[in-house]
Each structure stands twice: as C-alpha cells, then as structure tokens.
C-alpha cells in the first residue's frame, strides 16, 4: 500500500511538471507569432503611410498645376498687354514725315563755245528725290532727329568746261542728310550733336528754298551748300525790340560729311538778329578752320545779307566769301583759291495759292590747273518762278533760268535757258 502511494505521488508530479513545460512552450510561440504579427502590423502601417505621403504630394502637385492653368489666361493678358504698352511706348513721342521732290518736264538750251546743244524734253529721268525724316522725343528735354535722303539724278545742269549731257538712265544715291541728338539746357540753351548743316547760309541751312525753287540757282548752290559734322550751341536772347538768335558750332571741317582725319576743326559763329519794327533782319557768319590736309590748309568762310517782309512782299540778299588757303593744282604748285558770289531775291505772294519769285546770282569758284596755275569759273544766273500751292506743303514750281558762264582765261563759255516743271510736297 506504501509502495503503491508513492508510485501515484510520482506520476502526479510528473503529470504535473510535464504539463507546465508545454503550456510553458505554446506560450512561447504564441509570443513569437504575436511579435511577428506586429511587426507585419507596423509595416503594413508604414506602408500605408507612405502611400499617404506620396497622395497627398500628388493631390498637392494636381492642385499646384490646376492653379497654374487657371494663370495661363492671366498670364496671356498680361503678354498682350505688355506688347501694347511696348508699341505704345515705341510709338509715344515719334514722328516720321518726309519731303518729296518730282520734275513732270525739263528741258535745256545751251550753247557751249559757239557749239549749240541741248537735252531732250524729259519726264522720266532727271533730279528727282525723296527725304524720309524720323523724330524720336525720348524725354520733354531730348530728342533724336534723321534725314535719310533718296536721291535720283541724272547729271543734266549745265556747267563751264563741260557738254550739256542727260543720262539715259538715273543714278540712284542715298544719303544720311542728318543724324543728331538734341537736348534743351538750363536758360533756353540748345545743343545738337551729330550730322547735319551748318548754320551758314540760312537759304541751305534752313532748307528754305524747297518750296521756292525746284534747282537751286547754278554757281551760287556751290557756295551756299555745306554739309558736315559736329556740335551746335543755339541760344535766342530776347529783347524789347529786337531778338538775337545766335548760334555757335565746332566743326570737322573738309571734304567729307562722315570721316574726320585731322586735329583742326572748323570754328562757326552765326547770328542773325531782327528787328521788330522795321521787319529786318541782319544775317551775318564767321567760320574760320582747316579744309584739308597739310599745315597750311586753313580756310576763311564769311557770310552777311539782309531779309526785309513787308506784308506780301519778301526780299533777301547775301555776300558769300571763301578763302582757302595752298590749294593743290594738278601739277605741283600749290596756290590760294577763293570761292565768292552774292544772290538778290524778291517773292511776292499774291494769295495762299500763287507766289511770284525772281533771283538773280553771280558766283566765282576756283578752278585749279596745272602749269598756268590758278583760274576761276564764273556764272551769272537769273531765274524766275511761280508757285502753285495744292496745300499750304505742296506746291508745283515753274521754273526758267538763263545762265551764262564763263573761265577766267577765256578758254571757256557757255549760256543756257532752262525751263522746268517740278512738284514738292512735305508732309
């Protein structure tokens, strides 16, 4: 009975122990699938947040897209409107215009040493030109100024030493007449920089004879025109019965409108004062520099007249005095020349539409030679006018002029009678 007590007390104990270890183990596993299971949880949970993240920055990226399609419209507004304001902006402050000269006929007479000629009674080919002005106001103080000039000549004025000949065809040149910056200074100062035409002769500089005459006088141009470089000063001084404009102007000097290639420069002072009273005005010019090359190569210009209006009647005269200095001759002497003329007009103006013009003109220019030294070739030119004004701009001039030349030695003569008919229009 003892024996058979501690055999059941011993299987007990080892039902009881043996029972332990295994509830011992499933709780072990089941602490690992557990574990497991959340680490599966928390990366599922990862996931899912990832996937979160990467919705949200496309929902953000679909918003920030959306908003920027509803700019394009604004953004296209406001392309076209920057355009308008540039154009705009572009087109505040310029003015463009031009000048239009051309001939309906012209022809002309001529006897050369005894020898007649004459050119064909012409339409087609001649002197015919067109200026296109462009004027830019960049402030209320500056401005750019162009004259650009489109020319068709033909080469048919007459002159001494040469045949009266017209080309069969028109030789077209183009010419920046004029390219300038101006300002308004302090006090009623005005400064120019640039190209353009000296205040010498007011006919040329002012360009006054567009409307007057359809070819300049011959002889006479050749001392009037000048065109050249540099810079202007211009002040009008105010008083009670009379005004002064003076102008004051350094310039390049020489032959050439563009290229300056010497340290002397040609110095110019113009005034032209008038008279409130008595309608008159005193134009009077000094110029003094180089005209070319060497260290003797100055030059003297001079130039005074007189402009009387009186209601319908205008008159107007000048001296013109050229001195140069050791001129080349075709040989190898070098001699003085000089180039003089005076001009005398009067216009009358009958109504807007008609205006009466007579001028008459003598002018001597130096002709170098060669062994025989210096000459010079003379004209004599008359020319009469009228007018007919379309608009107070435009207006078809009848032109006739008599000229007679001649070279100082006799060696050369001529006369001719031009007519011509030309329209000029401004605008």
């Not at 028109?170 to 205040?199: C, D, H, I, Q, W």
């Amino acid at each position: 009975m003892l024996k058979f007590s501690i055999l059941l007390l011993a299987l007990c104990g080892f039902l009881f122990f043996s029972t332990g270890m295994v509830w011992a183990d499933d709780i072990s596993d089941l602490k690992e699938q557990v574990k497991a299971l959340q680490e599966t949880i928390n990366n599922q949970q990862k996931t899912i947040e990832d996937l979160n993240s990467k919705v949200q920055a496309v929902e953000t990226k679909q918003q920030v897209q959306a908003s920027e399609i509803k700019k394009v419209p604004e953004l296209a507004q406001k392309v076209d409107d920057l355009k308008e304001s540039s154009a705009g902006q572009l087109a505040e402050g310029l003015s463009v215009g031009g000048h239009v000269k051309l001939y309906m006929f012209d022809r002309t007479q001529s006897n050369r040493n005894d020898s007649p000629q004459h050119t064909n009674l012409s339409s087609g080919v001649g002197t015919h030109a067109f200026v296109l002005y462009i004027t830019k106001q960049l402030t209320d103080t500056l401005k750019i100024d162009t004259a650009t000039d489109f020319g068709v000549s033909a080469s048919a004025t007459p002159s001494v030493g040469s045949d009266l000949t017209r080309a069969t065809t028109g030789t077209l040149s183009t010419t920046l007449r004029k390219l300038t910056m101006e300002a308004a200074l302090p006090e009623g100062y005005e400064l120019k920089v640039g190209m353009f035409n000296p205040m010498f002769v007011e006919e040329f500089a002012k360009e006054t004879f567009w409307d007057e005459q359809y070819n300049m006088s011959a002889g006479i141009c050749y001392l009037e025109s000048w065109h050249d470089s540099g810079i202007s000063l211009y002040k009008n001084f105010d008083f009670d019965k009379y005004s002064l404009p003076v102008y004051l102007e350094l310039l390049n000097g020489g032959s050439s409108q563009y290229v300056d290639n010497n340290d002397d420069k040609m110095a110019l002072i113009h005034i032209a004062p008038e008279f409130f009273q008595t309608k008159l005005r005193v134009l009077s010019s000094l110029a003094y520099g180089k005209h070319g090359e060497g260290e003797n190569g100055k030059a003297l210009y001079t130039s005074n007249g007189l402009e009387w209006k009186y209601q319908k009647t205008s008159l107007s005269g000048e001296y013109i005095y050229k001195k140069y200095n050791h001129v080349n001759t075709l040989g190898t002497k070098n001699a003085d020349g000089k180039k003089e003329g005076y001009y005398i007009k009067a216009m009358y103006t009958f109504n807007p539409t008609w205006r009466a013009l007579a001028k008459y003109s003598h002018a001597e220019l130096y002709y170098a030679t060669g062994r025989t030294g210096m000459r010079s070739d003379n004209y004599d030119t008359a020319a009469l006018a009228l007018n007919y004004f379309l608009t107070p701009s435009s207006d078809i001039i009848t032109e006739y002029q008599h000229i007679e030349g001649v070279r100082s030695d006799g060696s050369e003569t001529f006369d001719a009678d031009r007519v011509t008919m030309g329209w000029r229009t401004t605008f």
